[in-house]
């Protein structure tokens, strides 16, 4: 009988240590979790609550959380940015008790804490306790459950000066194509989208940006030939997944309504291979002055838009297909240029997401003379009345968006003035 016990108290030991973890020999109950009041929301209370849900999930136990040490009696577990930190580095040290999550974004504060409470599980963190990591390189966002598809949308901001401009020297952050690519490869291979569109992408990003998409298997659609105009509208696709079919680079003309030639659109035509569906996707870039700057700009963009249209419907005709279009528009939703998509039958995918979908602009300050903030010039802060990017489809037939995120993360702020969307769906 005794033996029975003993037998049956050591197979219930390791669930009894994960219900119950320690750190430096203190339980886990016993800590506060805290962060810096001072930080960006996702960079403190929203890891902080994140941390919380985790360790609730996983043992029962609630933990209070204070936004600032200083009220806090007892051991503690603080989040914060490191301050030499690399953007997606992190580490979690224990220290007089205390235990320390240190990361250079959100990301990577997010996925130390998840780090943290699947040691928990495993076993008690002792007094000396350090660990260092990255999510660079790391897919982080799996797809909307239910989807199959899924576009990334993103005007880069050609910055393509070999220069610090004066407003940027007495920042943290240097704004530069050789420093900026490194944030888009981590957006893009955080997302893995099998599209990619891309506007302002110049020969100089080019250079940087590139060999790392075709290290995670993308694949450019239009590349100029000798004497042909460069491509700043881009769609990529990823390998993996998707074959193409087609595809067509038009320039806007005439040349006072694309300056340095980066006015135009491509459109692509793709076959899925898992399922074998087609579907087409065009990135554009339309004329950027608006009618007081320059008169004649609002029917300029208007025209533009005529130009996808009538490439929407070669391609509706031949390929039978759902079409996206997606890009910086430089017009608002009740301007001429996007009334005539909305009227000739274009869905807006924030408005037909079923699952998801987010109302800000999706724009904000970073430009050489005024360095970069969360600020937005834009005449209303939501999408509706104030976003100049936008993600349509055409001819979707049973073709569903199921989400239409903004990435809002705080070190996708220094590198262009436009969030980036993604757009899940089922084709």
């Known amino acids: 009988m005794r033996r029975t016990l003993i037998l049956a108290l050591a197979l219930l030991m390791p669930l009894f240590a994960a219900a119950n ?69 992190y580490s979690i040290k224990t220290s007089k008790g205390n235990l320390c999550i240190d990361g250079g974004g959100c990301w990577a504060l997010e996925k130390a804490a998840d780090i943290l409470v699947e040691n928990l599980s495993k076993k008690n963190i002792p007094s000396k306790f350090s660990l260092e990591g990255t999510v660079y390189g790391e897919q982080l966002f799996p797809l909307t459950e239910g989807a199959n598809l899924r576009i990334l949308d993103d005007n880069i901001w050609d910055y393509s000066k070999e220069t610090i401009p004066d407003a940027w020297k007495d920042l943290p952050i240097d704004c530069r194509d050789a420093s900026r690519w490194r944030g888009f490869a981590q957006l893009i291979r955080a997302y893995m989208p099998d599209i990619i569109t891309l506007q302002e992408y110049a020969p100089h990003m080019h250079g940087y940006l590139y060999p790392a998409l075709e290290e995670y298997g993308y694949k450019i659609c239009y590349v100029p030939g000798e004497g042909q105009p460069w491509g700043h509208t881009p769609v990529f696709y990823r390998t993996e997944t998707i074959d193409m079919e087609y595809v067509n680079y038009n320039l806007y003309t005439p040349e006072r309504f694309s300056n340095i030639g980066s006015k135009s659109y491509v459109a692509a035509v793709f076959t899925q291979k898992a399922s074998g569906k087609k579907f ?11 009618e007081n700057a320059q008169p004649g700009s609002d029917y300029a963009r208007a025209a533009q838009t005529r130009l996808i249209m009538a490439e929407g419907e070669i391609l509706k005709a031949e390929y039978k297909c759902p079409i996206f279009v997606c890009g910086d528009m430089n017009a608002y939703e009740d301007a001429p240029a996007i009334q005539q998509f909305l009227e000739g039958g274009y869905k807006q995918c924030y408005e037909i997401a079923t699952v998801r979908t987010d109302n800000h602009n999706g724009h904000h300050i970073c430009a050489p003379k005024d360095g970069y903030s969360r600020e937005s010039r834009r005449r209303s802060p939501t999408r509706k009345e104030g976003a100049i990017d936008h993600c349509l489809l055409y001819n979707g037939g049973s073709t569903e968006v199921l989400t239409f995120d903004c990435v809002m993360a705080a070190f996708t702020v220094p590198l262009t003035d436009h969030y980036p969307n993604v757009i899940d769906v089922r084709l």
């Open 21 to 89: 973890p320690k750190i430096s020999g203190k339980n886990l109950s016993k800590y506060t979790i805290v962060y810096n009041a001072a930080s960006e929301a996702e960079e403190g209370i929203d890891v902080a609550e994140h941390l919380a849900a985790s360790i609730k999930d996983a043992f029962g136990l609630t933990l209070p959380i204070a936004e600032s040490s200083k009220a806090v009696k007892g051991s503690k577990i603080a989040i914060g940015l490191g301050g030499e930190k690399e953007l997606f580095d």
């Open 280 to 290: 087409a996707v065009v990135s554009t870039h339309l004329w950027w002055k608006g």
